[in-house]
């Protein structure tokens, strides 16, 4: 890396799967590095669907996320370039769902992520895509990042979760990570035909307030689609209602860390 930019760190986290935290992740990525934002996706799901939906075949996984967090290699000697200019990738390899059992083991296991990439520069933003769980490797991504994104379904039991997700937010703020901040909050597979998805949304809205995003992301048969082309939905048909929306949702991103910034 040539330039010493101190890139923005954000966790997208949510310990409830299916709420489209690797989707918000690969696309919010692509949007910002259409806007020219050299952007870095961090892979620390052991499923490796955001690696998948961002055309990294698995025979070159070799060098992944795992390595990188137990201190094995460099982060810059596990990044990839995908195809898409400004965005690279730290992939995820099927090792990392032994980190879950290795890390406790170490010393300081809260911050193996954090030294791991301590320094790190050359980008604008680093978006860690978290696994569906408020396990360690979770909690290690929240203690390295500046802020943490949550993508909420719009249905009920996503109501339930979102609670467990920021007491633990609020214990790594208070023990590890005193700058860690909510993002914001993305509302995700609104369906504009159902009444839930409005209830919902007007219930966060009313809860959180301003860190909820105007941007919902719609139901979109196009978005569930891309994955399976390796390929973010911005690539895959990028006149969609899902690609319009997260081309949306990365303006009011670059916005809010304009206003923090100021």
Do not use: W
């Not at 937010?169 to 995700?188: A, D, H």
Request: with cysteine; charged share 20%.
């Amino acid at each position: 890396m040539t330039q010493s930019i101190t890139p923005r760190i954000i966790a997208v986290a949510n310990q409830k799967g299916g709420v489209g935290k690797t989707t918000t992740t690969i696309n919010l990525a692509t949007a910002l590095a259409a806007v020219g934002k050299r952007t870095l996706v961090l892979d620390l799901d052991p499923q490796g669907n955001a690696s998948t939906g961002l055309g990294i075949d698995h025979d070159q996984r070799s060098r992944n996320a795992y390595h990188v967090l137990m201190g094995d290699i460099s982060l810059d000697a596990a990044v990839q370039d995908c195809k898409i200019p400004n965005l690279s990738i730290v992939p995820s390899g099927s090792d990392l769902a032994a980190a879950e059992i290795e890390i406790p083991e170490l010393d300081r296991p809260q911050f193996c992520l954090k030294e791991s990439i301590e320094g790190i520069s050359g980008y604008d933003f680093v978006l860690i895509d978290c696994p569906p769980a408020l396990g360690m490797l979770t909690i290690n991504a929240l203690v390295a990042s500046d802020a943490v994104m949550v993508p909420l379904q719009c249905e009920f039991f996503a109501l339930e979760g979102i609670s467990a997700l920021v007491k633990t937010i609020e214990r790594v703020r208070k023990n590890f990570n005193q700058k860690l901040e909510i993002q914001g909050i993305v509302l995700t597979m609104f369906d504009k035909r159902n009444n839930l998805s409005d209830m919902v949304a007007s219930d966060v809205r009313e809860f959180f307030g301003e860190k909820v995003y105007k941007t919902v992301i719609p139901r979109n048969v196009r978005v569930s689609e891309a994955p399976s082309h390796g390929k973010p939905v911005l690539l895959y048909d990028h006149n969609c209602a899902g690609s319009k929306a997260y081309l949306h949702l990365a303006s009011e991103v670059l916005k809010r860390e304009n206003r923090s910034a100021a």
